[in-house]
Protein backbone atom coordinates (compact mmCIF):
# COMPACT_ATOMS: atom_id res chain seq x y z
CA UNK A 1 0.00 0.00 0.00
CA UNK A 2 0.77 3.43 -0.75
CA UNK A 3 2.58 4.58 2.79
CA UNK A 4 1.11 8.12 1.95
CA UNK A 5 -1.79 5.98 2.98
CA UNK A 6 -0.40 4.55 5.63
CA UNK A 7 0.66 7.87 7.53
CA UNK A 8 -3.05 8.88 6.38
CA UNK A 9 -5.21 6.53 7.76
CA UNK A 10 -4.34 6.41 11.42
CA UNK A 11 -3.94 10.10 11.56
CA UNK A 12 -7.68 10.34 10.01
CA UNK A 13 -8.72 7.95 12.06
CA UNK A 14 -7.55 9.08 15.53
CA UNK A 15 -9.16 12.57 13.98
CA UNK A 16 -12.25 11.17 13.64
CA UNK A 17 -12.16 9.26 16.64
CA UNK A 18 -11.92 12.52 18.72
CA UNK A 19 -14.42 14.52 16.68
CA UNK A 20 -16.75 11.45 17.44
CA UNK A 21 -16.04 11.73 21.37
CA UNK A 22 -16.85 15.82 20.74
CA UNK A 23 -20.05 14.23 19.30
CA UNK A 24 -21.29 12.19 22.26
CA UNK A 25 -20.48 15.20 24.62
CA UNK A 26 -22.75 17.33 22.44
CA UNK A 27 -25.49 14.38 22.55
CA UNK A 28 -25.59 14.18 25.92
CA UNK A 29 -24.05 17.36 27.46
CA UNK A 30 -25.60 20.07 24.43
CA UNK A 31 -23.95 22.19 22.34
CA UNK A 32 -21.68 24.14 24.21
CA UNK A 33 -20.24 21.20 26.14
CA UNK A 34 -19.67 19.42 22.90
CA UNK A 35 -17.54 22.20 21.06
CA UNK A 36 -16.04 22.93 24.05
CA UNK A 37 -14.61 19.21 24.42
CA UNK A 38 -14.00 19.09 20.74
CA UNK A 39 -11.75 22.90 20.83
CA UNK A 40 -9.84 21.15 23.84
CA UNK A 41 -9.19 17.99 21.84
CA UNK A 42 -7.48 19.85 18.87
CA UNK A 43 -5.65 21.96 21.57
CA UNK A 44 -4.60 18.29 22.93
CA UNK A 45 -3.66 17.01 19.38
CA UNK A 46 -1.92 19.86 18.71
CA UNK A 47 0.06 20.48 21.47
CA UNK A 48 1.27 16.91 21.08
CA UNK A 49 2.04 17.86 17.80
CA UNK A 50 3.81 20.45 18.13
CA UNK A 51 5.61 18.82 21.12
CA UNK A 52 7.30 16.46 18.67
CA UNK A 53 8.51 18.98 16.15
CA UNK A 54 10.36 20.55 18.66
CA UNK A 55 11.60 17.73 19.81
CA UNK A 56 12.45 16.48 16.05
CA UNK A 57 13.66 19.77 15.71
CA UNK A 58 15.96 19.86 18.44
CA UNK A 59 17.50 16.56 16.91
CA UNK A 60 18.15 17.66 13.67
CA UNK A 61 19.99 20.73 15.54
CA UNK A 62 22.69 17.68 16.57
CA UNK A 63 21.78 14.83 15.34
CA UNK A 64 24.59 12.99 16.77
CA UNK A 65 23.32 13.54 20.40
CA UNK A 66 21.22 10.71 20.86
CA UNK A 67 18.47 8.52 20.20
CA UNK A 68 15.06 9.92 18.87
CA UNK A 69 11.84 9.44 20.98
CA UNK A 70 9.79 6.66 20.02
CA UNK A 71 7.08 9.32 19.37
CA UNK A 72 2.66 8.40 18.97
CA UNK A 73 0.83 8.05 16.16
CA UNK A 74 2.41 8.75 12.57
CA UNK A 75 5.52 10.08 14.58
CA UNK A 76 6.70 6.66 15.64
CA UNK A 77 7.37 5.94 11.56
CA UNK A 78 8.76 9.06 10.88
CA UNK A 79 11.27 8.88 13.60
CA UNK A 80 12.23 5.16 12.95
CA UNK A 81 12.73 6.11 9.30
CA UNK A 82 14.91 9.26 10.41
CA UNK A 83 16.79 6.60 12.80
CA UNK A 84 17.39 4.61 9.88
CA UNK A 85 18.47 6.94 7.72
CA UNK A 86 21.10 8.79 9.76
CA UNK A 87 22.48 5.00 10.96
CA UNK A 88 22.59 4.39 7.21
CA UNK A 89 24.81 7.51 6.89
CA UNK A 90 26.72 6.96 10.12
CA UNK A 91 27.73 3.54 8.32
CA UNK A 92 28.84 5.03 4.90
CA UNK A 93 30.64 7.74 6.44
CA UNK A 94 32.57 4.79 8.48
CA UNK A 95 33.16 2.76 5.03
CA UNK A 96 33.78 5.83 2.85
CA UNK A 97 36.55 7.30 6.03
CA UNK A 98 37.87 3.83 5.63
CA UNK A 99 38.55 3.62 2.25
CA UNK A 100 40.12 6.91 2.28
CA UNK A 101 42.60 5.92 5.11
CA UNK A 102 43.47 2.67 3.04
CA UNK A 103 43.71 4.74 -0.06
CA UNK A 104 45.80 7.48 1.30
CA UNK A 105 47.91 4.58 3.12
CA UNK A 106 48.90 2.82 -0.54
CA UNK A 107 49.17 6.22 -1.93
CA UNK A 108 52.30 6.86 0.73
CA UNK A 109 53.84 3.24 0.11
CA UNK A 110 53.78 4.07 -3.89
CA UNK A 111 57.21 4.33 -4.77
CA UNK A 112 55.86 6.74 -8.08
CA UNK A 113 55.17 10.64 -7.01
CA UNK A 114 51.65 11.52 -7.02
CA UNK A 115 50.27 14.88 -7.20
CA UNK A 116 46.55 16.68 -7.57
CA UNK A 117 46.20 19.79 -9.16
CA UNK A 118 43.28 21.91 -10.20
CA UNK A 119 42.90 22.99 -13.96
CA UNK A 120 45.13 26.00 -13.50
CA UNK A 121 48.11 23.89 -11.44
CA UNK A 122 47.08 24.65 -7.94
CA UNK A 123 48.46 22.08 -5.53
CA UNK A 124 45.30 20.67 -3.51
CA UNK A 125 47.33 16.77 -2.43
CA UNK A 126 50.55 14.74 -3.47
CA UNK A 127 51.91 11.58 -1.65
CA UNK A 128 55.12 11.39 0.04
CA UNK A 129 56.81 9.77 -2.84
CA UNK A 130 56.19 13.19 -4.88
CA UNK A 131 57.39 15.24 -1.84
CA UNK A 132 60.81 13.69 -2.06
CA UNK A 133 60.66 14.01 -5.97
CA UNK A 134 59.93 17.24 -6.41
CA UNK A 135 60.76 19.10 -2.75
CA UNK A 136 57.44 19.62 -1.64
CA UNK A 137 56.11 19.74 1.21
CA UNK A 138 52.16 19.23 1.16
CA UNK A 139 51.16 21.04 4.60
CA UNK A 140 53.52 23.98 3.69
CA UNK A 141 52.64 24.21 -0.45
CA UNK A 142 48.83 23.19 -0.28
CA UNK A 143 47.05 25.39 -2.62
CA UNK A 144 50.35 27.14 -4.36
CA UNK A 145 50.69 27.30 -8.04
CA UNK A 146 53.03 23.62 -9.10
CA UNK A 147 55.11 25.68 -11.56
CA UNK A 148 56.09 28.06 -9.00
CA UNK A 149 57.22 25.16 -6.54
CA UNK A 150 58.91 23.01 -9.17
CA UNK A 151 61.43 25.42 -10.54
CA UNK A 152 62.71 23.92 -14.23
CA UNK A 153 62.56 25.54 -17.66
CA UNK A 154 62.01 21.93 -18.88
CA UNK A 155 59.11 21.49 -16.92
CA UNK A 156 57.95 25.04 -17.66
CA UNK A 157 57.56 24.37 -21.57
CA UNK A 158 55.94 20.96 -20.88
CA UNK A 159 53.43 22.43 -18.84
CA UNK A 160 53.12 25.42 -21.75
CA UNK A 161 53.03 23.29 -24.87
CA UNK A 162 50.80 20.78 -23.15
CA UNK A 163 51.70 17.40 -24.92
CA UNK A 164 50.59 15.51 -22.31
CA UNK A 165 50.68 11.99 -24.16
CA UNK A 166 54.18 12.15 -23.60
CA UNK A 167 56.13 11.71 -20.90
CA UNK A 168 58.87 14.11 -20.09
CA UNK A 169 62.41 13.03 -18.75
CA UNK A 170 63.45 16.22 -16.13
CA UNK A 171 66.76 16.50 -14.35
CA UNK A 172 65.75 17.93 -11.18
CA UNK A 173 67.64 17.80 -7.07
CA UNK A 174 70.51 16.07 -8.24
CA UNK A 175 67.91 13.10 -9.49
CA UNK A 176 66.81 12.14 -13.39
CA UNK A 177 62.90 11.82 -13.00
CA UNK A 178 60.20 10.85 -15.86
CA UNK A 179 57.23 12.87 -14.97
CA UNK A 180 53.54 13.31 -16.88
CA UNK A 181 50.90 14.84 -16.67
CA UNK A 182 47.18 13.03 -16.74
CA UNK A 183 43.79 15.59 -16.96
CA UNK A 184 41.30 13.79 -15.08
CA UNK A 185 37.38 14.46 -14.39
CA UNK A 186 36.70 17.74 -15.71
CA UNK A 187 39.32 20.44 -13.54
CA UNK A 188 41.67 18.49 -12.47
CA UNK A 189 44.85 17.01 -13.57
CA UNK A 190 47.19 14.27 -11.75
CA UNK A 191 51.39 14.51 -12.23
CA UNK A 192 52.92 11.45 -11.72
CA UNK A 193 56.75 11.51 -10.85
CA UNK A 194 59.07 8.47 -11.26
CA UNK A 195 62.55 8.28 -10.07
CA UNK A 196 64.77 7.13 -12.93
CA UNK A 197 68.19 7.79 -11.54
CA UNK A 198 69.48 4.31 -11.01
CA UNK A 199 67.91 2.84 -14.27
CA UNK A 200 69.86 5.11 -15.80
CA UNK A 201 73.05 5.02 -13.70
CA UNK A 202 73.06 1.18 -14.83
CA UNK A 203 72.23 2.21 -18.56
CA UNK A 204 74.92 4.47 -18.35
CA UNK A 205 77.07 1.96 -16.94
CA UNK A 206 75.91 -0.09 -19.93
CA UNK A 207 76.82 2.25 -21.91
CA UNK A 208 80.43 3.19 -20.74
CA UNK A 209 81.20 -0.54 -20.96
CA UNK A 210 80.63 -1.01 -24.54
CA UNK A 211 82.09 1.97 -25.19
CA UNK A 212 85.43 1.19 -23.47
CA UNK A 213 85.41 -2.34 -24.78
CA UNK A 214 85.20 -1.30 -28.11
CA UNK A 215 87.56 1.84 -27.89
CA UNK A 216 89.93 -1.55 -26.31
CA UNK A 217 89.74 -3.77 -28.88
CA UNK A 218 89.90 -1.07 -31.89
CA UNK A 219 93.06 -0.26 -30.62
CA UNK A 220 94.85 -4.16 -31.35
CA UNK A 221 92.40 -4.82 -34.32
CA UNK A 222 94.34 -1.21 -36.11
CA UNK A 223 97.48 -2.68 -35.40
CA UNK A 224 96.81 -5.90 -37.02
CA UNK A 225 95.16 -4.22 -39.77
CA UNK A 226 97.98 -1.95 -40.43
CA UNK A 227 100.34 -4.48 -40.38
CA UNK A 228 98.37 -6.61 -42.79
CA UNK A 229 98.14 -3.89 -45.08
CA UNK A 230 101.98 -3.32 -45.32
CA UNK A 231 102.00 -7.17 -45.99
CA UNK A 232 100.05 -6.84 -49.05
CA UNK A 233 101.49 -4.19 -50.36
CA UNK A 234 104.63 -4.36 -49.86
CA UNK A 235 105.05 -7.98 -50.70
CA UNK A 236 109.22 -7.80 -50.71
CA UNK A 237 109.53 -7.19 -47.32
CA UNK A 238 113.04 -8.47 -45.73
CA UNK A 239 111.90 -11.63 -43.54
CA UNK A 240 113.30 -10.40 -40.77
CA UNK A 241 110.97 -7.05 -40.60
CA UNK A 242 108.21 -9.80 -41.94
CA UNK A 243 108.53 -12.06 -38.64
CA UNK A 244 109.07 -9.01 -36.54
CA UNK A 245 105.54 -7.62 -38.11
CA UNK A 246 103.88 -11.25 -37.54
CA UNK A 247 105.15 -10.82 -33.67
CA UNK A 248 103.50 -8.01 -33.06
CA UNK A 249 100.26 -8.82 -34.53
CA UNK A 250 100.23 -12.07 -32.27
CA UNK A 251 100.92 -10.15 -29.75
CA UNK A 252 98.13 -7.77 -30.21
CA UNK A 253 95.64 -10.73 -31.56
CA UNK A 254 97.03 -12.33 -27.84
CA UNK A 255 95.41 -8.88 -26.58
CA UNK A 256 92.09 -9.21 -28.09
CA UNK A 257 92.03 -12.63 -26.99
CA UNK A 258 92.82 -11.88 -23.24
CA UNK A 259 90.01 -8.64 -23.79
CA UNK A 260 87.14 -11.20 -25.29
CA UNK A 261 88.00 -13.73 -21.91
CA UNK A 262 88.03 -11.44 -19.38
CA UNK A 263 85.14 -9.77 -20.27
CA UNK A 264 83.28 -13.41 -20.79
CA UNK A 265 84.26 -13.96 -17.45
CA UNK A 266 82.53 -11.10 -15.86
CA UNK A 267 79.37 -11.43 -18.18
CA UNK A 268 79.22 -15.10 -16.50
CA UNK A 269 80.23 -13.98 -13.20
CA UNK A 270 77.46 -11.18 -13.22
CA UNK A 271 74.50 -13.22 -14.72
CA UNK A 272 72.08 -13.72 -11.62
CA UNK A 273 70.93 -17.47 -12.95
CA UNK A 274 74.35 -18.46 -12.62
CA UNK A 275 74.78 -18.86 -8.06
CA UNK A 276 77.82 -20.16 -6.48
CA UNK A 277 77.87 -24.23 -6.15
CA UNK A 278 80.16 -24.67 -3.37
CA UNK A 279 82.66 -26.93 -3.68
CA UNK A 280 86.05 -28.10 -1.68
CA UNK A 281 88.87 -25.60 -2.47
CA UNK A 282 91.95 -27.59 -1.74
CA UNK A 283 93.88 -24.70 -1.07
CA UNK A 284 97.47 -26.50 -1.63
CA UNK A 285 97.07 -27.36 -4.94
CA UNK A 286 95.52 -24.13 -5.71
CA UNK A 287 98.78 -21.78 -4.24
CA UNK A 288 101.11 -24.58 -5.95
CA UNK A 289 99.26 -23.28 -9.18
CA UNK A 290 99.18 -19.87 -8.49
CA UNK A 291 102.92 -19.79 -7.74
CA UNK A 292 103.93 -21.55 -11.03
CA UNK A 293 101.91 -19.27 -13.03
CA UNK A 294 103.40 -16.34 -11.28
CA UNK A 295 106.68 -17.93 -12.06
CA UNK A 296 106.35 -18.49 -15.30
CA UNK A 297 105.00 -14.54 -16.05
CA UNK A 298 108.13 -13.68 -13.85
CA UNK A 299 110.73 -15.54 -16.04
CA UNK A 300 113.24 -15.41 -13.28
CA UNK A 301 112.96 -11.98 -13.04
CA UNK A 302 111.35 -11.88 -9.49
CA UNK A 303 112.26 -13.59 -6.41
CA UNK A 304 108.83 -15.34 -5.38
CA UNK A 305 108.02 -17.04 -2.28
CA UNK A 306 105.33 -18.62 -0.71
CA UNK A 307 103.66 -19.53 2.30
CA UNK A 308 100.58 -22.09 3.42
CA UNK A 309 99.35 -22.37 6.67
CA UNK A 310 95.46 -22.59 6.96
CA UNK A 311 92.16 -24.96 6.36
CA UNK A 312 90.71 -25.22 2.76
CA UNK A 313 87.78 -23.51 2.25
CA UNK A 314 83.90 -24.07 0.49
CA UNK A 315 83.75 -22.37 -3.10
CA UNK A 316 84.63 -22.67 -6.80
CA UNK A 317 88.05 -23.46 -7.22
CA UNK A 318 88.03 -22.16 -11.13
CA UNK A 319 86.78 -18.78 -9.78
CA UNK A 320 89.56 -18.56 -6.89
CA UNK A 321 92.05 -19.54 -9.34
CA UNK A 322 91.44 -16.45 -11.29
CA UNK A 323 91.24 -14.53 -8.48
CA UNK A 324 94.25 -15.30 -6.89
CA UNK A 325 95.93 -15.66 -10.40
CA UNK A 326 95.00 -12.13 -11.64
CA UNK A 327 96.46 -10.68 -8.21
CA UNK A 328 99.76 -12.93 -8.40
CA UNK A 329 99.75 -12.02 -11.79
CA UNK A 330 99.63 -7.89 -11.06
CA UNK A 331 102.07 -8.30 -8.26
CA UNK A 332 104.39 -9.75 -11.15
CA UNK A 333 103.39 -6.91 -13.55
CA UNK A 334 104.07 -3.97 -11.11
CA UNK A 335 107.03 -4.72 -9.77
CA UNK A 336 110.48 -3.91 -11.90
CA UNK A 337 112.78 -6.59 -12.28
CA UNK A 338 115.10 -8.09 -9.04
CA UNK A 339 111.62 -7.49 -6.64
CA UNK A 340 110.26 -9.45 -4.33
CA UNK A 341 106.61 -10.91 -4.48
CA UNK A 342 105.30 -12.63 -1.21
CA UNK A 343 101.77 -15.15 -1.52
CA UNK A 344 100.32 -16.39 1.59
CA UNK A 345 98.03 -18.14 2.49
CA UNK A 346 97.06 -17.95 6.52
CA UNK A 347 94.46 -18.44 9.30
CA UNK A 348 93.11 -15.32 11.02
CA UNK A 349 90.88 -15.16 14.31
CA UNK A 350 88.10 -13.63 11.79
CA UNK A 351 88.80 -16.52 8.91
CA UNK A 352 91.59 -17.82 6.78
CA UNK A 353 92.97 -14.91 4.47
CA UNK A 354 95.21 -14.67 0.43
CA UNK A 355 97.26 -12.05 0.12
CA UNK A 356 100.17 -11.03 -2.24
CA UNK A 357 102.67 -8.47 -1.32
CA UNK A 358 104.93 -7.19 -3.93
CA UNK A 359 107.90 -4.17 -3.60
CA UNK A 360 107.09 -2.94 -6.84
CA UNK A 361 106.07 0.51 -8.16
CA UNK A 362 102.84 0.73 -5.52
CA UNK A 363 99.30 2.99 -6.18
CA UNK A 364 98.96 6.31 -4.92
CA UNK A 365 96.13 6.34 -2.58
CA UNK A 366 93.53 8.44 -4.98
CA UNK A 367 93.44 5.37 -7.02
CA UNK A 368 92.51 2.59 -4.65
CA UNK A 369 89.22 3.13 -4.70
CA UNK A 370 88.85 2.84 -7.84
CA UNK A 371 91.04 -0.08 -8.80
CA UNK A 372 87.99 -2.23 -9.12
CA UNK A 373 86.02 -0.70 -11.80
CA UNK A 374 86.19 -1.81 -15.43
CA UNK A 375 89.11 -0.93 -17.17
CA UNK A 376 90.17 1.45 -14.69
CA UNK A 377 94.05 1.26 -14.76
CA UNK A 378 96.17 3.60 -13.50
CA UNK A 379 98.68 3.72 -16.17
CA UNK A 380 97.22 2.89 -19.37
CA UNK A 381 100.20 2.47 -21.07
CA UNK A 382 102.12 0.53 -18.38
CA UNK A 383 98.89 -1.95 -18.09
CA UNK A 384 99.26 -2.62 -22.12
CA UNK A 385 102.63 -3.27 -22.23
CA UNK A 386 101.92 -5.88 -19.64
CA UNK A 387 99.17 -7.47 -21.39
CA UNK A 388 96.82 -5.54 -18.98
CA UNK A 389 93.25 -5.71 -19.52
CA UNK A 390 92.07 -3.68 -17.14
CA UNK A 391 89.22 -5.86 -16.28
CA UNK A 392 91.26 -8.24 -13.66
CA UNK A 393 90.63 -6.83 -10.01
CA UNK A 394 86.98 -6.14 -11.75
CA UNK A 395 86.70 -9.81 -11.86
CA UNK A 396 88.49 -10.30 -8.50
CA UNK A 397 86.02 -8.13 -7.08
CA UNK A 398 83.14 -10.01 -8.71
CA UNK A 399 84.44 -13.76 -7.37
CA UNK A 400 85.03 -11.92 -3.81
CA UNK A 401 81.32 -10.87 -3.88
CA UNK A 402 80.38 -14.39 -4.42
CA UNK A 403 82.44 -16.37 -2.04
CA UNK A 404 81.70 -13.69 1.19
CA UNK A 405 84.84 -12.26 0.97
CA UNK A 406 86.40 -8.95 1.44
CA UNK A 407 89.37 -7.44 -0.53
CA UNK A 408 91.81 -5.18 1.18
CA UNK A 409 94.16 -3.07 -0.52
CA UNK A 410 97.68 -1.38 1.09
CA UNK A 411 99.67 0.68 -1.09
CA UNK A 412 102.80 3.14 -0.93
CA UNK A 413 103.63 4.49 -4.32
CA UNK A 414 107.37 3.30 -5.05
CA UNK A 415 107.46 0.99 -1.75
CA UNK A 416 104.88 -1.74 -2.71
CA UNK A 417 101.56 -3.12 -2.72
CA UNK A 418 99.64 -5.65 -0.09
CA UNK A 419 96.00 -6.94 -1.94
CA UNK A 420 94.47 -9.08 1.17
CA UNK A 421 91.75 -11.53 0.58
CA UNK A 422 89.36 -12.45 3.82
CA UNK A 423 87.58 -15.11 4.11
CA UNK A 424 84.44 -15.13 7.06
CA UNK A 425 85.04 -18.48 9.12
CA UNK A 426 81.78 -19.46 7.74
CA UNK A 427 83.52 -20.55 4.55
CA UNK A 428 86.10 -22.77 5.86
CA UNK A 429 85.76 -26.26 4.80
CA UNK A 430 84.03 -28.55 7.26
CA UNK A 431 82.57 -26.11 9.11
N1 LIG B 1 100.35 -5.01 -7.41
C1 LIG B 1 100.11 -3.84 -7.99
N2 LIG B 1 101.01 -2.83 -7.93
C2 LIG B 1 100.75 -1.63 -8.50
N3 LIG B 1 99.63 -1.35 -9.20
C3 LIG B 1 98.70 -2.32 -9.31
C4 LIG B 1 98.90 -3.60 -8.71
N4 LIG B 1 97.78 -4.33 -8.98
C5 LIG B 1 96.97 -3.55 -9.71
N5 LIG B 1 97.52 -2.34 -9.92
C6 LIG B 1 96.88 -1.21 -10.63
O1 LIG B 1 95.50 -1.48 -10.73
C7 LIG B 1 95.09 -1.40 -12.10
C8 LIG B 1 93.95 -2.35 -12.32
O2 LIG B 1 94.35 -3.69 -12.22
P1 LIG B 1 93.64 -4.80 -13.09
O3 LIG B 1 92.18 -4.61 -12.90
O4 LIG B 1 94.20 -6.12 -12.72
O5 LIG B 1 93.98 -4.38 -14.57
P2 LIG B 1 95.28 -4.67 -15.44
O6 LIG B 1 94.77 -5.50 -16.53
O7 LIG B 1 95.73 -3.33 -15.90
O8 LIG B 1 96.26 -5.38 -14.59
C9 LIG B 1 96.32 -1.71 -12.88
O9 LIG B 1 96.25 -1.16 -14.16
C10 LIG B 1 97.42 -1.08 -12.05
O10 LIG B 1 97.50 0.28 -12.36
MG1 LIG C 1 95.39 -7.44 -13.74
Not at 317 to 326: I, K, M, Q, V
Not at 396 to 423: C, N, Q, W
Amino acid sequence: MNPRLLFWIPAGLRLGLMLSAAGVVWYFLGPLAGLLAAVIGLCVFLAVQLHYLYQLADWLDNPSSGALPDGWGAWTDIFSRLYKLRRDDERNQAELAEWLARFRQAMSLLPDGVVIMDDVLFLEWCNPAAEKHLGLMLDRDKGMRVTNLVRSPAFMDYIILGRYDQPLTLSLRERKLIVQIIPFENRRQILVTHDATESERIEMMRRDFIANASHELRTPLTVINGFLEIASTQPNLEPQTRMAHLKLMMEQGQRMQNLVEDMLTLTRLESLDYPLRPEHVMIRPLMEKIHQEAQALSAGRHEITVEMAGPDIKGSTDELRSAFGNLASNAVRYTPAGGKIHIAWQDTAAGPQFSVRDNGIGIRPEHIARLTERFYRVDKSRSRETQGTGLGLAIVKHVLLRHDAMLGIESEPDKGSTFTVRFPRTMVWGD
